[in-house]
């Protein structure tokens, strides 16, 4: 087999360096936010950038010894193609938590991040997402090495025009990054992406280390920690009191115009609903400590009144004596129950928030199909507690925590609601879990945002129909969301507000939180006070404490 002629090996080699030089460059300069691209048609100019790091790593090995500059090359992509993969993996936890990925805390996330892909699209096309995202990682180092490699012999064979070339570049990015300089959308062309990113990562583990030590310091620092039973929740003797948590309920819900028309019109039939029962609602919101998921890092931001927003803070927590607010019922004489229809394991967390009873998914005893990742609609989970525990004869006071799953990703299938007594074992369910394929939706970007609002709307309408057809003179509710959803349906620049809504028949209830300026209804307004969602129980604590008398 005849060998390629001179002028083609010249091409070929050429191609290749060029190839291999716009892969180092793009691996420099991509950011790892898609949204700080430039706007509109002109994304294009991103790529005019001069990379520091870039004139650095060429003027060190030309000036390296022979024997090492080989190994130095391979060394330096080896590390630039791990922090390109680094930078894939935020662009991705951008696109889903609004936030940068965590090289220490979040590995955990990749597991649900899969469960996601087949509530989503199946599980052989999830396995498939999954085995090419290593693929595409462990060839993206590679590829990195051997382009360093390149690069380096083409830069030391030529090496009068190399160290020509670096010093022009040097010369231009010193004086473009004193000036400043930036082109559309606010990016330097003086870049230093790549040094940024590397630093940010290598000081990942330090940082979390001295945030747990911090956390901890403030996990004792609690007013309410030794106060006695009796003198908590006075106000609230005698009711019965139900939290409940909605799945990515966010602020877009209600004042997203793009998608929530559904949402609107499920929250107006609740406040005409409540008020026909003799229901008085107030609503406000509240800042998550996530966005997009890791709904347990909210519950326990919310319950403990501390500011859970990472893995390390969240098992630190779990491992303290920590005066929850369900907790604090418990002290108070109340029985407490959490009602988990999405906890399938273990839970020791129940021990930690203080709960005589866990209803998780077997304990509800649902025989129906699941709905992607939820295992039982909403409406389902509400007349097990109502069967179990509210409607007990004879009962002393009650504190249940309540999470709906319904309006989890990825929002298809929605259940419809049905009437209370044809909920029977759930398998009543069977023919609305067909209605919806994940994989339609997903497939097509405004029936993703109607689809949850959907979800949304009926999570909301069955806790409100709960409320309204069950609850008596003595009920008490807080329904909150979570944390809002993934950037996909929110985009990246959203807020991490929740609504937050407390019901109740009794005046003297409502009369205890006039202070807070809150909305007469289920829907918040939008000027209603925003708090940090940790400020909660304190406030909550002290409204229906014997300081929080307003008389």
Do not use: C
Not at 101 to 114: C, E
Not at 314 to 327: F, I, K, P
């Amino acid at each position: 087999m005849s060998q390629p002629s001179k002028p083609y090996r010249r091409v070929i080699r050429h191609v290749t360096t060029g190839f291999a030089a716009i892969l180092v460059f793009l691996a420099l300069i991509l950011p790892d936010q898609i949204t700080r691209l430039p706007p509109g048609n002109h994304w294009y100019t991103a790529l005019v950038r001069i990379p520091i790091e870039a004139l650095i790593a060429g003027a060190v090995l030309l000036v390296t010894p022979p024997r090492a500059r080989r190994w130095l090359a391979a060394g330096l992509g080896v590390l630039l193609g791990a922090l390109t993969v680094v930078k894939l993996v935020d662009i991705g936890f951008f696109w889903v938590l609004a936030r940068r990925f965590d090289p220490v805390l979040d590995w955990t996330l990749f597991d649900d991040g899969f469960n996601f892909l087949v509530d989503s699209v199946g599980k052989a096309s999830a396995t498939a997402v999954a085995v090419g995202a290593v693929l595409l990682g462990v060839l993206m180092v590679a590829g990195m090495a051997w382009a360093m490699l390149r690069l380096t012999r083409v830069a030391v064979g030529h090496r009068r025009i190399a160290a020509g070339g670096l010093g022009v570049a040097g010369v231009a990015w010193l004086a473009l990054f004193l000036m400043s300089y930036q082109l559309i959308g606010g990016i330097p062309v003086a870049s230093t992406a790549a040094a940024d990113l590397a630093r940010d990562t290598a000081l990942a583990l330090p940082k979390d280390l001295a945030d747990k030590r911090a956390f901890v310091a403030e996990v004792d620092a609690d007013p309410y920690r030794d106060r006695p039973g009796n003198q908590l929740l006075t106000a609230l003797r005698g009711k019965d009191v139900v939290v409940s948590f909605i799945e990515s309920y966010g602020r877009d819900a209600v004042e997203n115009p793009a998608f929530n028309g559904s949402v609107l019109t499920a929250l107006a039939d609740g406040d005409q609903k409540l008020a026909k029962a003799g229901f008085a609602a107030r609503s406000g919101f509240l800042t998550s400590s996530t966005a997009g998921g890791g709904s347990w890092l909210a519950h326990s931001t919310f319950l403990s009144g501390m500011w859970v927003n990472n893995e390390s803070r969240y098992r630190s927590l779990m491992a303290t004596d920590r005066l929850t607010l369900t907790r604090t019922f418990k002290n108070a004489g109340y029985r407490t129950v959490g009602v988990e229809p999405g906890v399938i394991y273990a839970w020791p967390e129940g021990q930690f928030y203080g709960y005589d009873q866990v209803y998780d998914k077997a304990a509800l005893n649902y025989h129906g199909p699941q709905f992607s990742w939820s295992p039982m609609p909403d409406q389902y989970a509400l007349s097990q507690f109502q069967k179990f525990e509210y409607s007990k004869p004879g009962r002393g006071p009650l504190l249940a925590e309540i999470t709906l799953t319904s309006s989890h990703t990825p929002w298809a299938p929605v259940p419809s609601t049905l009437g209370w007594d044809q909920l029977g074992d759930g398998s009543v369910y069977g023919p609305q879990a067909k209605t919806t394929d994940p994989k339609t939706v997903w497939k097509d970007d405004s029936k993703i945002k109607t689809e949850y609002a959907r979800s949304i709307a009926y999570s909301v309408d069955s806790l409100i129909n709960w409320a309204s057809t069950y609850g008596d003179d003595n009920l008490v509710m807080v329904f909150l969301g979570d944390h809002q959803p993934a950037s996909v349906v929110v985009g990246q620049n959203a807020t991490h507000d929740v609504p937050i809504t407390i019901i109740a028949k009794d005046p003297k209830v409502l009369d205890r939180i006039n202070s807070w300026g809150w909305t007469s209804s289920v829907k918040p307004a939008p000027n209603a006070p925003v708090w940090p969602m940790n400020a909660f129980r304190d406030r909550f604590l002290t409204a229906f404490g014997p300081e929080g008398d307003p008389h």
